[in-house]
């Protein structure tokens, strides 16, 4: 089954997907979040090319443990997208895998005008993994 994780910002999506054996998370993209919640042309064909099963959505928590404040609109685009889309969601914590795309960026001498429209499909592809694994149990 593929998955589709999604790192759902106020301006920005950033997108990145599962191979069908679910082992490997790849980035693929950042779209304007308007698109995503429109199910719009574009990521239309993102969800036609790769055929997601389940989109994973990246929900932010504190670092107690507990929801974060931006949880509540993520919650809500997350159903909007399964409603206009037809795919069905699931939630992965997302704490901090922002800050460690940003990290990697900087590793192989990224600017930071240069990380901001990567930042998010990183960060998308680095709580799919996470989730991947914690599945296999690895």
Sequence with gaps: MRIMALDIGEVRVGVAVSDPGE????PVVVLPTAEVLACAKPFQRLLEDWEP???????????????????ARIRTAAAQITSTCGILHEFADERLSSQEAKRSLR??????????GKIDMIAASLFLQ?????????
């Design 23 to 26: 082992r490997v998370a790849s």
């Design 107 to 116: 590793e192989k001498g990224m600017a930071e005008k240069a990380m901001r």
């Design 130 to 138: 996470a989730w991947l694994d914690a599945r296999r149990g690895d």
């Design 53 to 71: 099963e389940l989109l994973l959505c990246g929900l932010p928590y504190t670092l107690a443990g507990t929801e974060g404040p931006q949880a």
